[in-house]
């Protein structure tokens, strides 16, 4: 009964969102680590988020982290891959096996990635046929979709249920901000794991730059915007 009126919202919003339009985002994880993915509904300003942690470390950060990981486990809100290391494999059959996350949304319109380790899940939306687009994690790529999260949820127009795991990297994360004003998510000083705000931010800049090119140009700069 644990999170009851976060899952009595998650399995309406899974039925009425089905043939909606909306955006994905994958972070990935180092080999131990916590990967995520989310999913932007522009129309209903609505927020999904799945994420994935290698099962033999889920006791052990619940211990050492003072994270509830094992009662998120226990609850479906995360879900695990086998073993130490997190696995690609496992995670990409969620996305886009049979009666995965992919299978069930039908108008995801694309997803983006973080450039880095993310091949395995690259290739497995791409062969699925849905758009992928590797997406800048530098004040250019960030900017937008950080100041369009903060005007929306300051407004109260963005809902994700209360999704405990969500509410948690909420609070964790630290914004980098530049000579420009232009602003980031800090992974270096953020509290903890922030990767399914960074895997959503993604989401909103694949809805935001639909264009392959503007993305490309928002990343010119990623190196010296470091």
């Not at 927020?47 to 998120?72: C, F, Q, T």
Request: hydrophobic content about 35%; glycine content about 8%.
């Amino acid at each position: 009964e644990h999170f009851q009126a976060y899952w009595s919202w998650y399995i309406a919003v899974m039925e009425t969102l089905r043939d909606e339009e909306c955006y994905g985002g994958y972070d990935n994880s180092a080999v131990s680590d916590l990967s995520s993915f989310g999913l932007w509904f522009p129309n209903h300003r609505i927020m999904l988020s799945w994420n994935w942690v290698p099962a033999g470390s889920i006791h052990k950060r619940s211990k050492e982290d003072n994270v509830p990981y094992d009662m998120w486990w226990y609850s479906g809100l995360i879900n695990k891959t086998p073993n130490e290391y997190i696995s690609e494999k496992e995670i990409a059959r969620a996305l886009v096996g049979e009666n995965g996350i992919a299978h069930h949304f039908r108008y995801l319109r694309n997803v983006c990635f973080d450039r880095w380790g993310s091949n395995a899940i690259y290739e497995a939306f791409d062969d699925y046929g849905i758009p992928c687009k590797s997406y800048p994690q530098s004040f250019g790529g960030m900017n937008q979709p950080v100041k369009q999260m903060e005007i929306m949820a300051h407004n109260r127009e963005l809902f994700h249920g209360g999704n405990p795991v969500l509410k948690w990297q909420m609070q964790n994360i630290s914004l980098q901000v530049n000579k420009d004003d232009q602003q980031r998510p800090s992974r270096d000083a953020s509290s903890d794991k922030i990767d399914g705000i960074v895997a959503l931010l993604m989401a909103l800049g694949g809805w935001l730059y639909q264009d392959d090119e503007v993305i490309k140009r928002l990343g010119k700069y990623e190196v010296k915007d470091a």
